[in-house]
């Protein structure tokens, strides 16, 4: 079936650093990736998204990376910061009228920012 | 500032009890989702609604109800039958209904059945 996961369920990195967090995805059909923080008590809150048609996407301080041969997405956070120590969660979904955005949500994974 | 309203943030109820889940977004949204999240797991799709006065079941919509009598109002019954209530839930919308565009979230409701 359908899933996507995460390699590491935590990840522990000195503040100044910089943090890759990973992502596999098993359909590779999906065609449309999106990257969420979640703070604790909160919502998921949207970082970045990438679509097939495309390998590198860059915003502040994060770069997401797709490697459709291997089904594989990370998520590269420049320089971390203590506030950015959360929960992140990829999700993929299929393009199409069929699917009418269903994400389908990884494990996540704890990102902890040491001073 | 636009956004979604999810109340209460908390809420308490015994088992045996409906509770409904309030969500109103004001982005002006055509597709609103409920989505639930127990600890350590990610969200899995309860109800969605492209529009008003249509919806449909995600993957665990048994022992829930939602209705859509309003663009910004999508709110999201716990029913009794639902045998595992408590859990965070949060709901979403999004401009596209394609599978296309981000989906923005609410701060969720966690609710606590005894």
């Known amino acids: 079936g359908e899933s996507v996961g995460l390699h590491l369920p935590t990840l522990s990195v000195q503040e100044g650093d910089n943090s890759i967090i990973n992502c596999a995805y098993s359909?590779?059909?999906?065609?449309?990736f999106i990257w969420y923080k979640q703070e604790s008590g909160k919502g998921p809150q949207f970082i970045i998204d990438i679509r097939s048609n495309m390998d590198k996407r860059q915003g502040q301080r994060v770069t997401v990376l797709l490697n459709k041969t291997v089904k594989h997405l990370s998520l590269q956070i420049a320089a971390t910061q203590p506030g950015d120590s959360a929960v992140y969660f990829c999700a993929d979904t299929l393009h199409g009228s069929s699917n009418t955005g269903k994400l389908i949500f990884g494990q996540g994974t704890t990102l902890q920012v040491k001073p | 500032d636009g956004g979604i309203t999810q109340s209460p943030k908390y809420l308490f109820r015994k088992e045996g009890q409906n509770v409904t889940l309030s969500c109103e977004q004001n982005?002006?949204?055509?597709?609103m989702y409920w989505y639930r999240q127990d600890p350590g797991q990610g969200l899995r799709l309860i109800y969605y609604?492209?529009?008003?006065?249509?919806?449909q079941k995600g993957d665990i919509a048994e022992g829930y109800s939602v209705s859509r009598e309003k663009k910004e109002s999508f709110p999201l019954t716990v029913t009794s039958a639902q045998k595992n209530p408590t859990a965070f839930y949060l709901c979403a919308s999004s401009t596209g209904t394609e599978g296309n565009s981000p989906l923005h979230f609410g701060n969720g409701t966690r609710l606590t059945v005894t």
């Open positions: 359909n590779s059909a999906s065609d449309y």
């Open positions: 609604s492209q529009i008003v006065n249509d919806f």
């Open positions: 982005l002006n949204h055509d597709a």
